[in-house]
């Protein structure tokens, strides 16, 4: 049995028409699918506004520059993050040169509410938070904390495409929610991401930034009318971040499915509730209370993490580790040592294979495995 961590799955026929759809008109860059896939967007989540980009990472940096711009922030002013996440989080901050200050997490992995109040200074402009696995954490503390400290919320949600909060999908009361549609990710493409806003001038002044500072985008120029339409104006300098509309015509189609995909994905989650519970040796990460979760992962904790790891791959199970901390890497050791709650899960974080190709078989092989090595090893501990 040779079972992967990973394995996206695409509605092949369907997404292979809207592509043809767009060799047959001419138009694969930025405009046409990509505008239509912004509209469902808006309409699934209830963003007021949505900008199609060719990676969350570009979103995130879109994210933190527009709001760095617009709301007059200097270089070496701080923002709060959490240490567990991957890079491309972070990085997003210091491509801005913004100091990021790093939060401890609290059992569902995310930001803890106590720990960002205790890290607020005058000169921390914004919170960076991240739904990990799928899950909201604390989401809506850090949200009304923000809004009671005046402080941005800009939320990164590569992991939340279909969580819903409480009955809505989640983002509301952030400034800026960054999704992604990497790969691997529950509505997968090849690669791309979005980017929304609550202020439409945000929303404005980014995807002016999205297209290299230019005012009007290549589609309208092409499609719209009188003598002048080929004219724009460079009123920035910006970054080639824009999606196309190959990549939204997949995304569109994905869409579709992504509420039933998420709620299979949601059954494979409570196959291995049922059989990893017992277990004193193996312990689950909670799912906040109110949150429907994607399930993009399925994180546990287990002694002896890396000795896990080798027996589950002779086994022929390909787990993962989503993340190491981020205060291990040279540009953010300055904070080792500030977490210790994220400290101590990294040497104990375990994802287990999650994905559509997966069934309640694989899923009862993977726990008794998994049982298996770890109660072995404890054994011998």
Known sequence: MDIELFRPHYEVEECLAEIRECLNV?????????????????????????????????????AVKALKVRR??????????????????NHALLYEGMNV????????????????????TPRTRAVMYVGLGGNSGNYEQIAALCADK???????????????LNGAHIGSGASAVVFSFQAVKNLPTADSGMVCFTNPDDDTYARELSWLGINKDTYSRTHGGGSYKWMYEVESVGFKYHGNSIMAAIGIVQLRYLDRDNAYRRQLASWYDNYLRANTYIRAVPIAEGCESSRHLYPVL????DETIFALNSAGIAPGVHYRINTDYPMYNYAKGTCPRAEWVNQRLLSLPMHLGLGFDEIKYISETLQSVVSRKMAHA
């Open 101 to 120: 200050t790093f939060a401890d997490i609290d059992d569902t992995l995310c930001l803890d509410p106590e720990s960002v109040a205790r890290a607020i």
């Open 150 to 164: 005046g402080l941005d919320l800009i939320l990164d949600a590569a992991h939340l495409a279909g969580t819903r």
């Open 26 to 62: 001419g138009w694969t860059g930025a405009g046409f699918k990509t505008s239509q896939f912004e509209e469902a967007w808006k309409d699934y989540t209830s963003q007021t506004h949505a900008l199609f980009v060719n990676s969350a990472t570009s979103g995130l940096h879109l």
């Open 302 to 305: 287990v002694e002896n993490r």
């Open 72 to 89: 007059g922030w200097s270089a070496g002013d701080e923002i709060i993050s959490t240490p567990l996440t991957f890079v491309s989080t």
